[in-house]
């Protein structure tokens, strides 16, 4: 370790987040109280847990949080992410934490301050602003349909959705089409690409999403909380969706990830539910 601080028993989570089936969703490792560790002593476990994402939870820097999170994937921090955020939000409830105000907590990450309320049986975070929006360079767009292995003309629309992860959403015809990609990961390497389809009207859910990872581990990523946040405030603000739906993702991959989707007021809810699977100390 780097830091200074000796080595402790840490209390430690691993969560199951947009599945309300134990290990169905989108796995999470939360470290709590991880008051000492320095950013190597972070993503050295990060990357050891080899999980797409590790949090760990600090005191708040801003007196209107509840705590702070820190985001690491096995190489690098996010300054937001969306499993991350209901799956720390989960693990500090569960751990016993207690809202600065009922019904609604406030979590410190380093995009800014998050809300976090309970819908039901379920969490929900309020999506943040997307700071990069809008058109997708065509050379860009080339690359994926070749990367999705199909004709350009099947991208119906596109959109970067940048929220902390640099998110490009493409649109499909169908929940079909998503469904059949077989991803060539080295022709959209550098790219993160989310897909949309939509379900047939009646269906017991709006959309399909897959999301692509291209890199050294190219990774399709089972349940994605940042890009259906990004994907929601794009496809609500064109009128291609309700105000508010479902979307199933991790199909192809024997997962039953579920995000629910709700526009009230001038915020847009993503919310899913958690399960603690994994529970007790490490040494950190």
Known sequence: MTSNTARRLRPFSQVDVFSVEPYRGNP??????????????????????????????????????DYRVRIFTGSEEFPFAGHPTLGSAHAWLEAGGVPRQDGELVQECGAGLVRVKRDGDRLAFAAPPLTRSGEVAESDLARIASGLRMPREELRDSSW????????????????????????????????????????????????????????????????????????????????????????????????????????????????????????????
């Not at 008051?35 to 797409?52: H, I, K, P, V, Y």
């Not at 105000?243 to 991790?250: D, K, P, W």
Request: charged residues 20%.
């Open 161 to 284: 959705l940048v929220n902390g992860p640099e998110w490009i959403g493409v649109l499909l015809d169908s929940a079909e089409r998503v469904l059949a990609i077989k991803p060539d990961y080295a022709a959209m390497a550098g790219l993160n690409i989310g897909v949309v389809g939509p379900h047939p009207a009646g269906s017991e859910f709006g959309f399909e999403v897959r999301t692509f990872i291209p890199g050294d581990a190219a990774a399709e990523d089972p349940v994605t909380g940042s890009f259906n946040a990004g994907a929601a405030q794009w496809l609500i603000g064109t009128g291609r969706a309700p105000e508010s739906y479902r979307v199933a993702q991790g199909t192809v991959l024997g997962r039953a990830g579920r995000v629910h989707i709700d526009a009230l007021d001038d915020d847009i809810w993503v919310g899913g539910h958690s399960v603690s699977c994994i529970e007790g100390f490490v040494l950190l």
């Open 28 to 65: 999470l490792a939360v470290v709590l109280e991880a008051e000492g560790l320095d950013t190597e002593d972070m993503q050295r476990f990060a990357n050891w847990t080899n999980l797409s994402e590790t949090t760990f939870l600090l005191p708040p820097t801003d007196p209107r949080a």
